[in-house]
């Protein structure tokens, strides 16, 4: 590792386990470790003390189906004031509820693009904040009676997952939170990440990283016994991912058996592919049917929607995966809520 200032290190710190995993075995790691002044970890007591493996914080659980605290509604005594209002406004009373959280999970355009959008919110007189979906954000910046935005504020993030280092990914992440914490004034966004400003991040399409462990983008994991090279495949002569050869896909391989794999001993989907692969001249490479219910692409040819709340839908289309993620705080996100 080249010289670092000592001004721009933190050494001799310590972790004792079940807080950080090592890059790019993905080892939970404890023992001492130091800190660099941009944030990234490495093992070691300092930099002189190799080798210095790259250390990432496990991150936190993420549910499919989130519990929400229920929503209770005020006593209302039916009577003539009650029924006059009702008679003027033609609406019943209706409670105003605040935004549900939620997770946007990235898909397969996501990893394309390089980016996917993020949206949180906060209570405008507290410093707690959580995650929320595009669509509680954007009934934050509408005035209807739906979401409660005169109590709480949205926000979105720009997100970068790809087409990158993965060092890289993270300072751009890191500094757009950063930036928008401060002109925001959303207090506790930086540290709601946990020093994991390279969550989602993948170098292969289809592959993210979960507490150290691989997944699809649906959240489910990934065999352990199934190769590092196991990613997206192309179903056809149509390039969908440029790392691998046209055509090429676990379905038509020869080491298919339903849906498991011969060569490694695991189950796999099979619209994916690794470096094992070997044509089955039994089987067209053009199939459209007999694909895994789970992790089921949608492929299309126009148009892209962003389905936060159904992660198996993801649709496909051919972009330019040299897009660029930038690193400008006014190109990244944007707030609502109705000001600050």
Do not use: H
């Amino acid at each position: 590792m080249t010289y670092i200032p000592k001004n721009q290190i933190k050494a001799n710190l310590f972790t004792s386990g079940n807080e950080f995993v090592t890059v790019p075995d993905y080892v939970t790691y404890s023992g001492p470790y130091w800190k660099k002044s941009t944030g990234q970890k490495y093992t070691g007591r300092t930099p002189s003390d190799g080798p210095n493996r790259r250390l990432i914080p496990i991150s936190r659980e993420v549910s499919d189906n989130p519990q929400e605290d229920p929503l209770i509604l005020p006593e209302r005594v039916p009577g003539p004031s009650t029924f006059v209002y009702d008679n003027i406004t033609l609406n019943r009373y209706k409670p105003i509820r605040k935004p549900m959280t939620s997770f946007t999970k990235p898909n397969v355009k996501n990893y394309q693009n390089g980016f996917f959008y993020r949206y949180f919110t906060k209570q405008r007189n507290q410093n707690t904040l959580y995650e929320i979906s595009s669509g509680d954000y954007d009934l934050l910046n509408k005035n209807t009676n739906e979401v409660n935005n005169t109590l709480y504020r949205g926000i979105r993030i720009r997100w970068s997952i790809s087409n990158k280092k993965r060092e890289d990914i993270f300072l751009i992440n890191k500094n757009i939170v950063e930036n928008l914490e401060n002109s925001r004034n959303f207090y506790g966004l930086t540290q709601f990440f946990n020093d994991n400003f390279d969550e989602y991040y993948s170098d292969k399409i289809g592959i993210i990283y979960i507490n150290g462990k691989r997944s699809y983008v649906n959240m489910k994991p990934v065999p352990e016994k199934l190769p590092p090279a196991y990613q997206w495949g192309n179903k056809n002569t149509n390039i969908e991912n440029q790392k691998v050869p046209p055509a090429q896909n676990c379905n038509n391989c020869i080491f298919r058996a339903g849906l498991y794999c011969n060569k490694w001993n695991a189950e796999i989907n099979i619209s994916y592919w690794c470096k094992s692969y070997q044509r089955n001249n039994q089987i067209e490479p053009n199939l459209s049917q007999n694909y895994s219910t789970t992790d089921k692409p949608t492929l299309q040819t126009t148009g892209f929607q962003n389905n936060s709340t159904n992660p198996n839908n993801m649709q496909v289309t051919n972009t330019n995966t040299s897009q660029q993620s930038s690193v400008s705080v006014s190109s990244n996100y944007s707030s609502g809520g109705g000001g600050y």
